[in-house]
């Protein structure tokens, strides 16, 4: 599992405006919107994690990359000579240096449109007396720049370089090659076998009651445009599973409560009860629930809500029929979360299957779900929450002295407390939103679980 796997560290430096960001997207992919704060690590990092994969490994490596912008702060870099070392440092830079530090690889980025410039010279020597391993990235070199580019940076040259050009994604194959070879000699533990990982698909579970449009979603998902891979027997009750890709992800459609087989042989024939379907809730990684956005919400929605909530599976909401709606989207999604206040931090998507519109999205937001679902909280993090928590919470004598995540699927955090009967739906309820806002999770319930400290422990507290 990834987060248990050691990441390869990389930071990306380089002068403002040289083009860290638009290469960082380039390694880590069209998620840039959605990056992640990990936890900390201060907001001045740009960090991300993903698989880092080439054309010519059948590993990839698991790569934590940040971009070190606050190096810019760097008193050596700046304009005015007059600051000494002794100088307080920023948190950006203290951040930077933090990052550098703990760094397997530093990516050296260089503005390939002009010769080196005594900034990235002084950045390049810094770098160096650090010991760091360094690979150098010309960037935005293309088409004629090609050529002599290399001759102009002869300082350079026991290092290894690069050419790139982020706007025309040219070059970057061969730096994701000769990263993977340096992390899998230098760091073995962040080998993934990616084949595996790709190889087991994402369970997708459609839940909702009956007519609310699943057979309908299933088609439209499973249209002519998918590579279908196969259709075998399902694992629980009578369902049917379809294996497909999209791009080169692997996914699997369980067709609970027969909602294909009812559209072939007539609607309402066969309903089967809503129940039967949830049983194959424990084969699923990501929960659809979907609503008729025309009918609106009605108690057997809010049931069945109910019900995928307590799997402790990541859920998405699908709002269909949507083509039906005239309603503003964000009135309409406030509407729903005022019904569904249980669900809060459960994603709504709004689309027609019928009309094929708006499916889309779901890809990506899976995707994103699933990331955020392996975050795991830091104890020392955990536990400096819990101290803050001392000092502002006592209202209903509740005592909390020390918190741990003891499961990561669902996020479960435990905590133990003087009485766990003290413990108010209001102060679970601040205690949720607290973690949520530090470790999103998003789509995913998390759990708390409250124990009371033993007595023989409680001896030693105050
Ligand atoms: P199921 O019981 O949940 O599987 O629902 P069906 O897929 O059988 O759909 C029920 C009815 O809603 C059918 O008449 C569909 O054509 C219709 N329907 C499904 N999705 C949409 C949609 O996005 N827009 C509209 N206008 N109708 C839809």
């Known amino acids: 599992m990834q987060?248990?796997?050691?990441?390869?560290?990389?930071?990306?430096?380089?002068?403002?405006?040289?083009?860290?960001?638009s290469i960082f997207n380039r390694f880590c992919g069209r998620r840039k919107a959605l990056v992640l704060d990990l936890p900390g690590v201060t907001r001045d990092v740009r960090i991300d994690r993903f698989h880092l994969k080439s054309k010519g490994h059948n590993h990839a490596i698991w790569i934590e990359m940040a971009d070190l912008a606050g190096l810019e702060e760097l008193h050596f870099l700046k304009k005015s000579r007059k600051s000494s070392s002794a100088d307080l440092k920023t948190l950006a830079e203290e951040a930077a240096l933090q990052y550098l530090n703990e760094s397997d690889l530093v990516l050296l980025v260089i503005d390939g449109r002009s010769p080196l410039t005594p900034n990235d010279f002084e950045i390049y020597r810094f770098l160096?007396?650090?010991g760091k391993r360094i690979f150098i990235i010309l960037s935005k070199i293309e088409g004629q720049r090609k050529k002599d580019a290399l001759a102009e940076y002869a300082e350079l040259a026991e290092e290894k370089i690069f050419l790139t050009s982020a706007e025309e994604n040219e070059g970057f194959e061969r730096i994701k090659e000769e990263i993977i070879s340096f992390a899998e000699r230098q760091k073995p533990q962040s080998k993934v076998n990616v084949i595996e990982e790709s190889q087991k698909p994402l369970c997708?579970?459609?839940?909702?009651?009956?007519?609310?449009?699943?057979?309908?979603?299933?088609?439209?998902?499973?249209?002519?445009?998918?590579?279908i891979t196969s259709a075998?027997?399902?694992?629980?009750?009578?369902?049917?599973d379809t294996d497909f890709r999209i791009a080169e992800k692997a996914y699997r459609i369980l067709d609970t409560a027969g909602i294909r087989r009812k559209s072939k042989t007539e609607a309402g024939v066969e309903v089967l009860s809503v129940v039967q379907a949830l049983k194959s809730l424990q084969n699923v990684d990501v929960a659809l629930l979907v609503i008729d956005g025309f009918e609106g919400i009605m108690d057997q929605d809010e049931k069945i809500a109910?019900?995928?909530?307590?799997?402790?599976?990541?859920?998405?909401?699908v709002i269909n029929k949507?083509?039906?709606?005239?309603?503003?989207?964000?009135?309409?999604?406030?509407?729903?979360?005022?019904t569904l206040r249980f669900l809060e931090f459960v994603p709504l998507v709004f689309l027609s299957a019928k009309e094929n519109e708006g499916i889309e999205v779901l890809w990506d937001l899976f995707?994103?779900?699933?990331?955020?679902?392996?975050?795991i909280a830091p104890t020392p993090e955990l536990n400096r929450f819990v101290e803050l928590l001392e000092r502002s919470h006592h209202a209903s004598g509740a005592r909390v002295y020390y918190a741990t995540q003891t499961h990561d699927n669902p996020p479960t955090i435990t905590f133990m407390?003087?009485?766990?009967?003290?413990?108010?739906?209001?102060?679970?309820?601040?205690?949720?939103n607290e973690l949520r806002s530090r470790y999103g999770w998003m789509g995913s319930p998390i759990r708390l679980i409250f124990k009371a400290r033993t007595r023989s422990k409680s001896k030693y507290t105050k």
């Not at 987060?3 to 960001?21: D, E, I, M, T």
């Not at 997708?204 to 590579?227: A, E, H």
């Not at 075998?232 to 049917?240: H, K, L, P, Q, W």
């Not at 995707?367 to 975050?375: G, N």
Request: net charge positive; with cysteine; aromatic share 6%.
């Open 3 to 21: 987060q248990h796997q050691v990441p390869f560290k990389v930071a990306l430096c380089g002068r403002p405006n040289v083009g860290k960001s």
């Open 128 to 130: 160096k007396k650090a």
């Open 204 to 227: 997708i579970g459609i839940y909702g009651r009956p007519n609310t449009g699943k057979s309908t979603l299933v088609n439209s998902i499973l249209g002519q445009d998918r590579m």
């Open 232 to 240: 075998v027997a399902g694992t629980t009750v009578d369902t049917i």
């Open 306 to 317: 109910g019900e995928l909530l307590k799997s402790g599976k990541p859920i998405v909401i």
């Open 322 to 338: 949507w083509d039906l709606c005239k309603v503003p989207r964000k009135d309409y999604a406030d509407r729903v979360r005022e």
């Open 367 to 375: 995707d994103e779900i699933l990331r955020q679902r392996k975050v």
């Open 417 to 432: 407390v003087n009485d766990p009967k003290k413990i108010h739906f209001d102060f679970e309820r601040y205690l949720k």
